[in-house]
């Protein structure tokens, strides 16, 4: 089974690690990365891609994954986690009382991180 995961991360090396990480542990996986979150709206909106998973970022430039989410019509098409090297917690909670979101985690992405990100999105695969 081959996962399909979206990333809306201004940092290229970021998403690259995430990769990077998946490919350690064995997963196979297609990734459709957005550097700009605007990017990303406006492909979610003419598109309906099916992707199994969400990672998002909070701080980037032109618009939060605050903002993002705001503007977001997800209509429960797949679960959202927020991944971001907040350590505010009021982000966590705003993160958990918000209803898009699935869950929260602090970078770097990492094989228990990710463990229990496939375990809230109901995903079963094989890790290495």
């Keep these: 089974m081959s996962i399909k995961i979206?990333?809306?991360?201004?940092?290229?090396?970021?998403?690259?690690?995430?990769?990077?990480?998946?490919k350690k542990l064995g997963i196979a996986f297609e990734s459709k990365n957005f550097l700009d979150p605007t990017e990303a709206?406006?492909?979610?909106?003419k598109e309906t891609p099916?992707?199994?998973?969400m990672l998002l970022d909070i701080n980037m430039p032109r618009l939060t994954g605050w903002e993002f989410l705001d503007?977001?019509?997800?209509?429960?098409?797949?679960?959202?986690?927020?991944?971001?090297s907040s350590?505010?917690?009021?982000?966590?909670?705003r993160a958990k009382e918000h209803p898009l979101l699935t869950?929260?985690?602090?970078?770097?992405?990492?094989?228990?991180?990710?463990?229990k990100i496939?375990?809230?999105?109901?995903?079963?695969?094989?890790?290495t």
Excluded: C, W
């Design 41 to 45: 709206l406006d492909y979610l909106g």
């Design 6 to 22: 979206l990333q809306v991360d201004d940092d290229y090396i970021n998403n690259m690690a995430n990769e990077r990480l998946l």
């Design 71 to 84: 503007q977001f019509e997800n209509g429960g098409r797949f679960p959202i986690f927020m991944l971001t």
């Design 118 to 127: 496939l375990q809230l999105a109901n995903i079963q695969v094989e890790l």
């Design 50 to 53: 099916e992707f199994d998973l």
């Design 103 to 115: 869950g929260f985690f602090v970078k770097p992405l990492t094989k228990d991180s990710f463990t």
């Design 87 to 93: 350590l505010d917690p009021g982000d966590e909670r």
